[in-house]
């Protein structure tokens, strides 16, 4: 029996999901910066730096939701007897992982939600005391956490400053979020004494090459509370670069030195997820300067890609946040100071002609053809798609104008 013309549309419609199900899926948004954002707006200078200063930024651009609740220069003096780690836990609550628009806040369902904040997600926070109250009433829109007590004010939104729809909204209100929890002092991180710590794990040279240099050895201790990573070499890599250091000059040994520092916390776990360039303690010191590398991960190995040399890091030396060394293989070496090494240009292909002569001679082209087959891996099922998702479309129309 002949289908009828409605269950060869469906048939057909089903098809085309289908195909659309096996299409490639779309590339993930950008990622943003947020004092890349905030930077052409003078009137949160304070509240931009401070998110430097406290890391923040760093785990905000890692989030592709996320809200920034702002505030201006003149509200930002309520934090100005706060210690850096206090100021980083009252911010986190200025940080929603979720995406509130301004069109979003003005049609809030019910007048109000609630929104779990940095400081609840990072589980700094407890109970439920790192959730922010979003409240809409008589046309106006505050800020509040759970744990506020009675006096505290709620904070306004006053605008929207800059929106990526779904991915981050960077938004004013008008003053600092209260949080008993938030506001509570932190405990100053333990004393670490880097050149013991290092002695005793992998990096004695290392350690004696940090506290033979003045200058050096005082910004690795000026940093390490604000958060710093510190990768040293060995001890059989130091010797393998001992008579080449021993040849720089006093600059070039304090810039080589600092190389090897990161102005920012890292986790392993923060490695081994994110590829990247990132700037050194030597970047800071050299203002004409860029002393930066890539920092790669392919599945446990974290490499350090300076252009010169590529070293990895085999081994955790130390990890009580803000600070974080590892022990790497070879010593690092800024493009600033030695030859780059560049990569060899990958074998040109055969011609089309010359694989037709291989074939007559008898060649095995075997591992050209699949070569050639990954290479269309991803090109043709994206082809296929679109054919068989046109003629289906083709089909319908010519089904939908029948009878």
Sequence with gaps: MARSRPGILLALAFAMAAVAALAPAPVAATKYNITKILAPYKEYSKFNEMLSKTRLAYDINRRQTITVLAVDNSAMSALDHYSLQTIRHILSLHVLVDYYGDKKLKKLAHGSTASSSMFQATGSASGMSGYVNITRKDGKVSFMTEDADDTAKPSRYVKSVKEYPYDIAVLQV??????????????????VDLVELLSKRYCKSFASLLSANAEVFRAVNETKDNG?????????????FAATYKNLTVKAKTAILLFHGVPDY?????????????????????????????VKNKGETVTLQTRVVTSSVTATVGDMEPLAVYAVDKFLQPKELFKVVEAPAPAPEPSSKKKKAGHGEGDDDSSDDSTADAEKGDAAPALLARWVVTAAATAVAAYASMG
């Design 266 to 294: 890292f986790s392993l776990q923060l490695l081994k997820s994110n590829n990247g360039m990132v700037t050194t303690l030597a970047t800071a010191s050299e203002k004409k300067m860029d002393y930066s590398y890539d």
């Design 174 to 191: 008008s003053s600092i979020i209260s949080s008993a929890e938030a506001e509570a002092p932190v405990p100053p991180p333990a004393p």
């Design 228 to 240: 710093l990573t510190l990768f040293c070499p060995v001890d059989s890599a130091v010797a393998a």
